[in-house]
């Protein structure tokens, strides 16, 4: 299955959903999927399309909650670091590195 036609079938499910969402939750099934055949069943499908929005909603929580943190840190004025502020910083990176897995399924860096 492309992305195209996996496209389409959710469209065909959800036509109410937005042409970016189409396509991210497109692309986050495929790179979660070995065997692309499964998702013709729709039960596979529906299957892999709530792993994909469970994984998704879960890293935007992480990353909402480390910007609102890095935020923080900025407004604080001049900085010098602080044990704490290092574990902000790192744990930036690493919601980070975890949205570039996420949407590439190759390991990052962090």
Known sequence: ??????AQRINAIHPELPPAEVAR???LILTQTTD???????AS???AWKNASFRLEAAADQHAAVADE?????????????????WILLRAVKVQ??????YTDQPALA
Do not use: V, W
């Open 1 to 6: 299955m492309t992305c195209h036609e996996l």
């Open 25 to 27: 939750l497109s692309l």
């Open 36 to 42: 692309t055949r499964e998702l013709a069943e729709e």
């Open 45 to 47: 499908l529906m299957r």
């Open 70 to 86: 890095l935020e923080q840190l900025c407004n604080s004025g001049p900085i010098s670091f602080t044990p704490d502020q290092l």
């Open 97 to 102: 590195s975890q949205l570039l897995d996420l």
